[in-house]
């Protein structure tokens, strides 16, 4: 199995910036689709951000694109979000997912295949 493992989550002023990690196991890695997901209480788990297995491609939500982004390190078997511009809205536990199945990140919890435990991220006004 794969286990992702978050980092990186704390609190943070509005307009600040937070990088977010996850980490890997396996030997391979570089053939996740990687992504994103949020969640507030008595909230669905919504899609954030993916990048496909090559890393020719990252995608994001309408709600934190121009403001998130989504690098992956597959040296370190690591991926990032980095999150910039954080609105209030933006608070939530993150969580990092995989997809060992297709080239792209699914965009829906049923479709991912592992999860990471998560972490908070609270954005103060």
């Known amino acids: 199995q794969v286990q992702l493992v978050e980092s990186g989550g704390g609190l943070v002023q509005a307009g600040g910036s937070q990088r977010l990690s996850c980490a890997a196991s396996?030997?391979?890695?570089?053939?996740?689709?990687m992504g994103w997901f949020r969640q507030v209480p008595g909230k669905e788990r919504e899609f954030v951000a993916g990048?496909?297995?090559?890393?020719?491609?990252?995608y994001y939500a309408d709600s934190v694109k121009d403001r998130f982004t989504i690098p992956r390190d597959n040296a370190k078997n690591t991926v990032y979000l980095q999150m910039n511009s954080l609105k209030p809205e933006d608070t939530a536990v993150y969580y990092c997912?995989?997809?060992?199945?297709?080239?792209?990140?699914?965009?829906?919890?049923?479709?991912?295949?592992?999860w990471g435990k998560g972490t908070l991220v609270t954005v103060s006004s």
């Open positions: 990048i496909t297995r090559s890393a020719v491609s990252t």
């Open positions: 997912a995989a997809s060992i199945l297709g080239t792209t990140m699914p965009r829906t919890y049923a479709g991912v295949d592992y």
């Open positions: 396996g030997r391979t890695f570089s053939m996740y689709a």
